[in-house]
Nanobody, 123 residues
Framework: HVKLVESGGGLVQAGGSLRLSCVAS????????FGWYRQAPNNQRELVAT???????AYGEAVSGRFTISRDNAKETVYLQMNSLKPEDTAAYYC?????????????????WGPGTQVTVSS
């Protein structure tokens, strides 16, 4: 089992920056992908960024060029550096982890989610 806890959210002015952190604990040996997602009121949860075991990264179009995902394996922490923030970036941000394993002699995947951290960008 994997536990994820986000931190670093808050209120920031448009054009400013924030750095989110996600600390993972428990059995993370089989986690292959960490990610950040966000959800604003009345909107569906959308992909922000992902990072794989080989440090391959991917970004949603809305944040490409402004946000950067990274990881520190020694600290078991994933980061999201957010620059040039816009009011439309306002949302609850969630950390995720995808675990690959075996159950009942068949391959399985398990997704874990943190409780989220709120980011509010004022105009």
């Amino acid at each position: 089992h994997v536990k994820l806890v986000e931190s670093g959210g808050g209120l920031v002015q448009a054009g400013g920056s924030l750095r989110l952190s996600c600390v993972a604990s428990g059995n993370t040996m089989d986690v292959k992908v960490f990610g950040w997602y966000r959800q604003a009121p009345n909107n569906q949860r959308e992909l922000v960024a992902t990072i794989s075991t080989d440090e391959t990264t991917a970004y949603g179009e809305a944040v490409s060029g402004r946000f950067t995902i990274s990881r520190d394996n020694a600290k078991e922490t994933v980061y999201l550096q957010m620059n040039s923030l816009k009011p439309e970036d306002t949302a609850a941000y969630y950390c995720s982890a995808k675990e690959y394993g075996w159950g009942g002699n068949r391959p399985t995947t398990t997704d874990y989610w943190g409780p989220g951290t709120q980011v509010t960008v004022s105009s």
